[in-house]
């Protein structure tokens, strides 16, 4: 069911017919790409910058802001929740993985295929800084502001640092940091900032394991020299003058 087709882009027209009757056979996830394997295609859900995913029962009133409802013939309704329409529900057919919004995605950082081998491979034509060079989902998935502050802190690399410079050594420090983080902060159920909550309806608590991100002007935990803050691309960035030297 379809109420709003105005998301980030268009819902499909045809979308409930292609759904309809289909039987769901797999989940999975791509970088922030949700994909619900339906057999003749798979929907691709993205949750945007305030899209949620509530699972309810079909008699429950839809409000102004529940867009889109996967409805299952056990009475359960999987509702998308999302006040910005920032979000994505979009279909593809054949295999979801070519679709253009995925198919330049680097690799996840949980899997075998990132480590710093990769990372040293997919750094040595960037001279950008490093911590920009980790948030392009191009070199590997999924890395945000938060967890590339928290991983470049725990590898001693100053956010600015052109990319191309670090060593291979330096790019298994770092590969090993970014997987460590991110496992860490799932363990933690994420970071709740500000409204951010798992499917299980829980704010995550890993910022208050932050050791960087949101301190500046802070005393470093580990040294106690003071944390700067600048800005790269748009956005904070957060470091240890002296545990993070070059
Ligand atoms: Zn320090």
Known sequence: MVRNRALRRPVPRRLPQLVAGTTVRALARRGKYLLVDCGAGTLIVHLGMSGRLWVVNDATPATVHDHFDLVLDNGAVVRLRDPRRFGLVLWQAGDPLAHALLANIGPEPLSPAFNGGA?????????????????DSRVVAGVGNIYAN??????????????????????ATLAQAIRKTLEQAIVAGGSSLRDYVGSDGMAGNFQSQFTVYGRGGEPCQRCNATIREIRQGQRSTFYCPRCQRR
């Open 119 to 135: 990372l040293h491979a997919a750094t040595r034509r960037r001279s950008a800084a490093i911590k920009l060079v980790l948030m």
């Open 150 to 171: 928290e991983a470049l802190f725990h590898a001693g690399i100053r956010p600015r640092t052109p990319a191309h410079r670090l060593s291979r050594a330096r790019c």
